[in-house]
């Protein structure tokens, strides 16, 4: 045999051993008894120590799924998507977005063009015009502005008439307040909407070409954008692929790091992680899947150095620094009922799977 026979086989069974050292039988029968619950149709990567070490897609939509996906398709006037899952299947993220697009923010705080303790009136003079001015970056990405905005769903709904970014903030100005900066959480689409419209007015860019240049194209998010809506919605607006948003996971999981280049300061990331509900703070809207997590900037603070932004449609994105991994779980579904018992379940699963043999 030559030498590079030997060498072959010597790191095919180098690989063989890393593989061996996770058990995911568990979480190949989760994924094959709850995917029914997820609209049929499910995908998961996990990334540890260098590599992908897990992805699976589990495809079952049931006959009344489908007769679901073409109705709904059918009343907005688009194609029903029915096509199987897979690791470069593209689809709409929901409130994933919002940890994109708090770190898209953050990468205007590490090059000093912007301060987390900037106010929007200093940009956006229309809302010192309605008394909101005095808002912060900081209180933007946290969901702390104050503002009592409408239900997310009713918000998205609004968004869809909305004609230009302008148009946006001025609706944002004209929302009544249930609270001083800083002292009301209220979950909402809000804060990085008055953030996106900032970086805007920074830069002469639109959100989504300061996307594509600063994140999407350095972290080879090749199926990744904030479609092609008249506003881009920075808190629900994404549209992603599982391969995709794992390399975004892989370099909040790398302290700002992807493939050795710098993405964001390791500042930036321990200040996004940093849980800015005090117990000061007050509870004005909080989604009941949230249990008790607390929230950061653009991200949710869960137990055990463990940080996520699940979106509305069911994708589940987290990073686990104390087990040192990364993982995705994309599916389609509305229906939420027991959603955050089952996610940690498929964690806990996950955690005890990476505790090596």
Sequence with gaps: MTRFGILAIFFALLNTKATAQHDFKKVDEWLKNNTSEMGGRSVLMVYHNGSIIYSRAVNAMSTKQKFITRMIANRTGKTADLEDYSPSKRQAIASCSKWLSAALVMTFIDDGSLKLNDTAGKYLPVLTKHGKG???????????????????????????????????????????????????????????????????????????????????????????????????????????????YLNFLVMILNHGIFENNRILSEKSIALMQADQLLPSVMIGYKPEEAGNFGYGFGEWVMPAQSVSSPGLFGSFPWVDNKNHYAAFMMTFYLKNTGRNERYLQLKDLLDKAMIER
């Design 134 to 244: 005095s808002i912060t970056i900081s209180q933007c990405l946290s969901h702390l502005t104050g503002i009592k905005a409408p239900e997310l769903r009713e918000s998205l709904i609004e968004m869809n008439e909305i004609n230009s970014m302008d148009e946006a903030i001025e609706n944002i100005a004209a929302m009544p307040m249930e609270g001083k900066p800083g002292t009301v959480f209220h979950y909402s689409n809000a804060g990085l909407q008055i953030a996106g419209a900032i970086i805007e007015k920074l830069s002469g860019k639109s959100f989504e070409a300061l996307f594509k240049e600063r994140l999407a194209q350095p972290l080879k998010m090749k199926n990744t954008d904030f479609g092609n809506g008249k506003v881009a919605l920075p808190a629900g607006g994404a549209y992603s692929s599982p391969e995709d």
